[in-house]
């Protein structure tokens, strides 16, 4: 039973009694029996007990009501304490939940792009057109960064009509050396591609067969005696291609020797390249060597009149120096004398000392 409840209780038998006590009153006052009274007086003490009661009862259920609402603001401060701070740490939350999402969004939108790109270059790969003209750009860009704009050339048309993807003009010997971008790349991809023995051996046959085409058709338009080099450069734009083809394809790299075709891939056309930088290097101090030889001559002959200078130079200095002495010996002499007359005047010198006899040139002739 709950406070309320019990509360309610003692009230509804505090009236019943009350009503009982009265109506004992009442039958007091008409009848004077004795039991009755006694009946009454425990009646009257039993209200004051349950009067008692209901006070205690009453003073306890407000000190349950002050506890319960002391202890429910308590838990009500703890709760929005709690609330807040689980507040904060979930916008926290939140917050970084929303920049890891917006980092997430950016590498999704490049991984996009990037597919963008490479399905793009797959596009360029697989058309022969596009392809050479991906092997073109690349060629240009190795070119232009290792050599002087002098020493090249692009689509130069050569003596038989056809038409190099770069020209390396050096001079004879060896001559100019073409360079032929275009590379056999659908049986690469096939080769890479197959899935079981057969495949692979089809897609090798044709990838020898491809290459030993393409070799032969740079030595034959590439290779002009009288205007250009005896060899020729084909250029493979992919490493992967260049290892896949010395690896695994001894045989048409040996025929590319014989038909002095190089095949080359960016490393080895940057290597390349810097060797032929040298070798124009020193062609171009060799046609500067009669110009050099003349000027060291001039420088020579200058040399040797400015010898000629310092040796007068140091002569005046030497009869310049003979002069100041003679000048410094009369200086002395003309000192000496004149000391003599001052010691003479003073009458201190020897009166018995013959005067000098002065030069012969400065003698008077007799009158």
């Known amino acids: 039973m709950t406070e309320t409840a019990l509360f309610i209780a003692v009230a509804l038998l505090a009236a019943a009694l009350g009503a009982l006590a009265a109506l004992l009153l009442r039958g007091k006052r008409e009848t004077a029996d004795p039991q009755v009274s006694e009946l009454a007086r425990q009646q009257t003490e ?24 002391e202890r429910l603001e308590h838990v009500s401060q703890r709760m929005g304490v709690s609330l807040e701070a689980s507040a904060q740490k979930t ?41 050479g003209a991906f092997g073109e750009v690349q060629l240009i860009d190795i070119v232009t960064n290792a050599l002087p704009p002098s020493a090249y050339s692009f689509q130069t048309t050569l003596g038989n009509g056809t038409r190099a993807d770069c020209l390396i003009r050096l001079p004879n010997p060896p001559g100019p050396i073409a360079i032929d971008a275009k590379f ?14 057969a495949e692979k051996t089809a897609a090798a046959r044709q990838f020898r067969s491809d290459l030993t085409k393409h070799v032969t058709a740079i030595a034959e338009k590439y290779i002009i005696p009288g205007e ?24 048409v790299v040996s025929r590319s ?33 009669g110009v050099i030889q003349k000027y060291v001559g001039l420088l020579l002959g200058d040399v040797g009149r400015l010898n000629d200078r310092v040796g007068s ?12 002495g003679d000048i410094r010996k009369s200086a002395d002499a003309i000192s000496s ?11 201190e010198g020897d009166s018995t000392e013959p005067l000098p006899t002065p030069p012969q040139q400065n003698r008077l002739a007799p009158s």
Do not use: C
């Open 257 to 289: 020797y014989q038909a002095r075709v190089w095949i080359v891939s960016p490393t080895t056309l940057m290597a390349t390249l810097n060797t032929v930088r040298a070798v124009l290097k020193d062609v171009e101090m060799r046609k500067q060597a």
């Open 184 to 197: 056999p790349l659908d049986a690469y991809h096939a080769l890479r591609n197959a899935k079981d023995e």
């Open 46 to 69: 039993l209200l004051g007990r349950l009067a008692a009661m209901a006070e205690a009862q009453a003073q306890t259920r407000a000190e349950i009501t002050s506890t319960l609402n």
């Open 313 to 324: 130079l140091e002569r005046h200095f030497q009869q310049a120096g003979k002069d100041i």
């Open 228 to 251: 250009t080099a005896e060899s020729a450069l084909m250029f493979l734009p992919s490493e992967a291609v260049y290892a896949e083809l010395h690896a695994n394809f001894g045989d």
């Open 91 to 131: 916008a926290e939350t939140l917050g970084t939940l929303t920049a890891r999402l917006n980092v997430i969004d950016e590498a999704q939108k490049n991984i996009t792009e990037l597919s963008t790109q490479v399905v793009g270059l797959q596009d360029i790969l697989a058309n022969r057109q596009a392809r």
């Open 337 to 347: 004398r004149g000391e003599k007359i001052e010691a003479v005047e003073m009458g």
